[in-house]
């Protein structure tokens, strides 16, 4: 079984910096990050493989956001950068058990966490 609990949302204004952090208990091949906004579709942010930590990132965020992992690989961050008020939304962090088809799709992952908030005023 795998846990996920997220932490370190919160509001910040335009251009300024979060991290997101997620404790993760259980063996994962993949972790990663989701989010969703009011109103719209849920987006993949990253993915990191847990073994090699192999980062990959949705084109939105590539370049400002970067996903990493302690060395005990117990806890997965999100160290996000100039924030833009579309960056605004619930983001989830995520887990599966195998290698996931492609990264970027939610039905991949069997575990999320309950999700932290983040809003990016103008």
């Known amino acids: 079984q795998v846990q996920l609990v997220e932490s370190g949302g919160g509001s910040v204004q335009t251009r300024g910096s979060l991290r997101l952090s997620c404790a993760v208990s259980g063996y994962t091949y993949v972790r990663g990050w989701f989010r969703q906004a009011p109103e719209k579709e849920r987006e993949w942010v990253a993915s990191?493989?847990?073994?090699?930590?192999?980062?990959y990132y949705a084109d939105s965020v590539k370049g400002r956001f970067t996903i990493s992992q302690d060395n005990a690989k117990t806890t997965l961050y999100l160290q996000m950068n100039s924030l833009r008020p579309e960056d605004t939304a619930m983001y989830y962090c995520v887990a599966t058990r195998r290698a996931p088809r492609t990264v970027d799709t939610a039905s991949e992952y069997d575990y999320w966490g309950q999700g932290t908030q983040v809003t990016v005023s103008s």
């Open positions: 990191i493989t847990t073994a090699f930590g192999t980062p």
